[in-house]
């Protein structure tokens, strides 16, 4: 049985079809960068967060659905999720979140786009409902 995608609406929506890596690890900027999302050096990555633990790392806090809003990381926390900061510790209730698809490409609409999306990067695993694909 085949099962539709769940789909977003709107700038920059984000959740059901994304691509997320651990900001923990200092290089993971570089990694998906370089080998997943072929885009240039100096545009950001987007932190997601549980509601309730955004305060401990956000500067101000707001509601965005659809990722058009920023905030600065606190200071303090910046070490500790640097791959969404720019500048390992384990345990952050963050992780990175970016649009499932390649550079230039429209996200991915379809479990044959996942897979293309995914054998054509250097994405080390994919989740498509209860399966799990890893390289």
Same mark, same amino acid.
């Given at each position: 049985?085949?099962?539709? &995608?769940?789909? +977003?609406?709107?700038?920059?929506? *984000?959740?059901?079809?994304?691509? /997320?890596?651990?900001?923990?690890?200092?290089?993971?900027?570089?990694? #998906?960068?370089?080998?997943?999302? &072929?885009?240039?050096?100096?545009? @950001? !990555?987007?932190?997601? !967060?549980?509601? +309730?633990?955004?305060?401990?790392? *956000?500067?101000?806090?707001?509601?965005?659905?659809?990722?058009? *809003?920023?905030?600065?990381?606190? @200071?303090?926390?910046?070490?500790?999720? @640097?791959? =969404?900061?720019?500048?390992?510790?384990?345990?952050? @209730? #963050?992780?990175?979140?970016?649009? &499932?698809?390649?550079?230039?490409?429209? /996200?991915?609409?379809?479990?044959?786009?996942? &897979?293309?999306?995914?054998?054509?990067?250097?994405?080390?695993? *994919? =989740? /498509?409902?209860?399966?799990?694909?890893?390289?």
């Amino acid at each position: 049985m085949l099962r539709k &995608f769940r789909m +977003e609406s709107g700038p920059h929506a *984000l959740g059901s079809r994304s691509i /997320i890596a651990d900001p923990r690890d200092p290089e993971m900027n570089a990694k #998906v960068k370089c080998a997943v999302k &072929f885009r240039e050096w100096w545009r @950001p !990555f987007a932190p997601s !967060f549980k509601k +309730e633990a955004a305060p401990d790392y *956000l500067e101000s806090v707001y509601d965005s659905s659809f990722m058009m *809003l920023t905030a600065q990381v606190l @200071p303090e926390k910046r070490s500790v999720i @640097p791959s =969404v900061t720019l500048r390992a510790i384990a345990g952050a @209730p #963050v992780i990175m979140n970016t649009s &499932f698809n390649l550079r230039g490409e429209a /996200i991915v609409h379809k479990p044959t786009n996942a &897979f293309r999306t995914f054998f054509s990067s250097g994405m080390d695993a *994919l =989740v /498509i409902g209860s399966f799990l694909i890893e390289k």
